[in-house]
C-alpha cells in the first residue's frame, strides 16, 4: 500500500508539472503571436499569412472531386472570407484576362519568407517599383515558345545526349548530371555490353537541369558552383515545404538547419554571379575573369532593372532564387516522369518514336548516336509529344 501511495503521489507530480509546461508553452506561444501581430500592425503592408497555405490546401481538398465539400456543401470556395478559391467559374477566363488581380503580395511574402529577402519597408518599396519590368525578361524568352525554342537550340542537346552517361567510376571523370546519380558501372563479361546501374531519377532531374541553368546564367555558373544542383534539390525537398507553412528559422531540426546551410550558399552564389554581371555589363573587370558572353538575355535584363531599382546585391541573388527555383523545380522532375509513363506505355511510345522520327537524326555508326534535332519541327508538329508532357504534368501535379 505504502509503494502504491508513492506511486500515485509521483504520478500526480508529474501530471502537474507537465500541466504548468503545457501553460507555460502556451503563454509563451500567446505573447509571440501578441508581439508578432504588434509588429505587424505598425507596417503599411501585411505578408501573407502562414496559415493561408493550409487553409488553401484544406478548401482544394474539400473542392476535390471526391472531397468532403463535393459530398456535402456544395459549392465551397474558402473557409473565410479572406482566402478564397475560383473554382470551376464559367467566367475565369474573362477574369484572368483582367488586370484586377494583384500577385504581388504573395510573390513578396515568398520572396522574404521562403526565399531569404530581408523584409523591410525599403525592400517592399524596391519590389514594387520593379515587379513587372523583372518579369518581362523571364516572359520574353520562357513565355515565348519561338525564343524558348531558340534557347534550346543554343544548348546543343545532342552534344550533352552523346555523354548521358559516361560509363565512368571516378566522380571526377563524370559529367556533373551524374554525381547524385550512385553510378555503378557494371563490368562486361567476355564480349558483353558495358552497363551501368543508376538512380535514374536524380540521372534525369540533374540532366535537365544541367541544361536549363546555363541558358539562365550561363556555363561558368555550374563550372564555378557545381555543388548548385545538390543545394537546390535540398532547398526544395527539404526547407521549402517547412517555410511555407511557417515554421520558424530558429526551429531546432537537422532538415531545417541543413536546408538553411544550402539557401545562403545558393543565394551567396548568386549574389557572386550578379556583382559578375554588373561588372561584365558596366565594362568593368570582371571577377576571376570570368567569361560572361553567354550569360541569358533573362538575367541581363533583370540586372538592369536591378541596378535602375538600387537593389543591393544580395537582394539580388534572393530575388533570383526564386527564378532558378522556378526554373527547374517542377521541370526536372517532369521529364523523369515522362520517361517513366512512356516506357511503362509502349503503344505510346511507339507512337511517339514515329512522330519523332522526321526531327531527329541518328548516326549509322554503332553504337547509335543522337546527331542532330530539329527543334523548330519538334516544337510545332509533335502535338502527341506535347500532349505526353501535359498529360504529365496533370498526373503528377
Not at 280 to 306: H, S
Request: one cysteine or more.
Amino acid at each position: 500500500m505504502h509503494s502504491s501511495h508513492a506511486d500515485a503521489s509521483q504520478l500526480a507530480s508529474w501530471k502537474a508539472a507537465a500541466n504548468t509546461g503545457v501553460i507555460a508553452v502556451a503563454i509563451i506561444v500567446l505573447l509571440a503571436i501578441f508581439i508578432v501581430r504588434v509588429a505587424s500592425k505598425s507596417k503599411p503592408y501585411q505578408l501573407f499569412p502562414v496559415w493561408a497555405t493550409l487553409e488553401i490546401g484544406l478548401t482544394s481538398h474539400l473542392l476535390s472531386e471526391n472531397g468532403l465539400g463535393r459530398r456535402i456543401l456544395g459549392s465551397l470556395v474558402g473557409l473565410s472570407s479572406k482566402h478564397q478559391i475560383l473554382i470551376d467559374s464559367p467566367h475565369i477566363t474573362r477574369l484572368m484576362a483582367k488586370s484586377i488581380l494583384d500577385p504581388l503580395p504573395s510573390q513578396y511574402t515568398l520572396l522574404v519568407r521562403v526565399f531569404g529577402g530581408v523584409d523591410s519597408l525599403q525592400f517592399k518599396e524596391k519590389m514594387d517599383a520593379s515587379n513587372r519590368d523583372l518579369r518581362a525578361p523571364v516572359e520574353k524568352v520562357f513565355m515565348n515558345e519561338n525564343a524558348a525554342t531558340a534557347a534550346l537550340e543554343r544548348a546543343c542537346i545532342p552534344e550533352k545526349v552523346k555523354s548521358f552517361v559516361t560509363f565512368q567510376s571516378n566522380p571526377r571523370d563524370m559529367e556533373l548530371w551524374e554525381h547524385s546519380a550512385q553510378i555503378r558501372v557494371i563490368n562486361p563479361e567476355s564480349g558483353g555490353v558495358e552497363k551501368v546501374e543508376a538512380n535514374f531519377q536524380s540521372l534525369i532531374r540533374d540532366f535537365g537541369a544541367c541544361i536549363a541553368i546555363p541558358q539562365l546564367y550561363g556555363r561558368d555558373f555550374l563550372d564555378r558552383y557545381p555543388q548548385a544542383l545538390e543545394d537546390l534539390w535540398k532547398f526544395d525537398n527539404d526547407l521549402f515545404p517547412l517555410l511555407m507553412i511557417g515554421l520558424p528559422l530558429w526551429a531546432p531540426l537537422k532538415v531545417m538547419k541543413e536546408g538553411l546551410a544550402a539557401r545562403t550558399r545558393l543565394i551567396t552564389e548568386l549574389e557572386a554571379l550578379y556583382r559578375r554581371i554588373d561588372q561584365y555589363q558596366q565594362g568593368d573587370p570582371v571577377d576571376f575573369d570570368a567569361d560572361m558572353r553567354d550569360v541569358g538575355e533573362t538575367a541581363l535584363g533583370r540586372n538592369n532593372v536591378y541596378r535602375r531599382e538600387g537593389w543591393s546585391f544580395p537582394e539580388r541573388g534572393a530575388g533570383d532564387l526564386g527564378l532558378l527555383w522556378g526554373q527547374n523545380a517542377n521541370t526536372q522532375p517532369l521529364l523523369f516522369w515522362l520517361l517513366t509513363y512512356l516506357y511503362s506505355t509502349p503503344d505510346i511510345l511507339e507512337q511517339l518514336r514515329e512522330e519523332l522520327t522526321p526531327y531527329i537524326t541518328m548516326s549509322t555508326s554503332i553504337p547509335r548516336e543522337l546527331t542532330s534535332m530539329d527543334m523548330q519541327g519538334l516544337s510545332r508538329n509533335c502535338p502527341l509529344l506535347k500532349a505526353c508532357i501535359y498529360e504529365t504534368y496533370r498526373l503528377v501535379h
